[in-house]
Nanobody, 123 residues
């Protein structure tokens, strides 16, 4: 069974770049079938927001509202994928999730999601 684990700093200062890594186990990003390796976030008191995804073939898809500040990449040698969010602001505070999805967009929160990591943007 696939497992995903997010890692990164819990606190980031405004205007800095947030770097998050999702480590995948129980499946190979490179050879385990075609999936969309996805980033989702949830600000406090708000709903889930799909941020973007990278396909197994390295095709990349971004939420238009975040596209100018977001980069997603894959490291197949480490079976990881990463998120960079530039010029962060307090509004970027929330829980960040990585997920394996069989389609673009939000998918039901299930065993194909990581447990999430809290990110706070504050000086």
């Amino acid at each position: 069974q696939v497992q995903l684990q997010e890692s990164g700093p819990g606190l980031v200062k405004p205007s800095q770049t947030l770097f998050l890594t999702c480590t995948v186990s129980g499946d190979s990003i490179e050879t385990g079938g075609y999936y969309y390796w996805t980033w989702i976030r949830q600000p406090p008191g708000k709903g889930l927001e799909w941020m973007g995804a990278i396909g197994t073939d390295a095709s990349i898809f971004y939420n238009p509202s975040l596209k100018s500040r977001t980069s997603i990449s894959i490291d197949t040698s480490r079976n990881q994928f990463t998120l960079q969010l530039r010029s962060v602001a307090p509004e970027d505070t929330g829980v960040y999730y990585c997920a394996r999805a069989d389609r673009l967009g939000l998918t039901p929160k299930d065993d194909n999601w990581g447990q999430g990591t809290q990110v706070t943007v504050s000086s």
